[in-house]
């Protein structure tokens, strides 16, 4: 994990505090790194901080990792987890030096920045959500699920433990996974769309059509994984055969959909002129 001097090096000991909203369902997200942590066979302790119950107040969530097995606070915040804005300034401060603050980065926090004996990583969390799920209540929980995957990025996590925990986690939540993995599915059909405009073609994908790779690129075992395969069977490879017939050409703007159980393929109709 990045830090400065000031930070002493320790291994499997550090301390974890998630500053999040009440209500937000946060503590599934913390339990789940918490958990993670313990499946790699360290010890580790976590316990919830919070002034009030309600729904919409500050809750704060506390991992010890210690491979000495201590349960007791040690003191310290090794690694800052900023959800809330309201109390950003305590969490700040809060942090011991040469710790690692990580906030949401899709509203700009000049005021993070201010504290030079930390390291600042901002993710743009909200935005992503807000540009790849549905429904305000998804939006939230996704947002915390994906703090956990920069966490695990940062902690150098088995991403094969974060997966098995996420399917235990949300195994009776199949709304929630759907809206995850037509979220993924999105993000993969945004680099095909990348590498067609570097062509100069437009591209369009319908919900129909990334509902069906979401159900095509599925597994219960392997997650997302199927999901590139999928997109390349039923979308690139069809694709690529009908620009090679000369049924697109360049500055076209290609709409796939799904309908009567197949992907089809069109041409955008070009838009008269206001």
Known sequence: MPGHDTMQDRVNDLVIKFANVNGTGSASANALIMKAIFRLGVP??????????IQGLPTWYEIRVTRDGWVARSGRVDLMVAMNSET???DVLELSPGGCLLYDSSWPRPALLRRKDVTVLGAPLARMCNENFEGARARILMKNIMYTGVIA???DIDLEVMRGLLRETFARKPALVDDNIRAIARIQLKYLAARLTKMEYGFEVSD???A????AGFDPVYGARPLKRAIQSQIENP???????GRFAPRDTIRVDYRRSKMAF??????AAA
């Open 208 to 210: 129909a059509a990334v």
């Open 239 to 245: 694709l690529a055969k009908a620009i090679l017939e």
């Open 44 to 53: 580790v302790f976590g316990k919830n901080f919070f002034p009030s119950n």
């Open 88 to 90: 950003y300034a305590r």
């Open 153 to 155: 990025a940062l902690l």
């Open 212 to 215: 069906e790779i979401a159900k």
């Open 266 to 271: 069109e041409k955008e109709p070009v838009k």
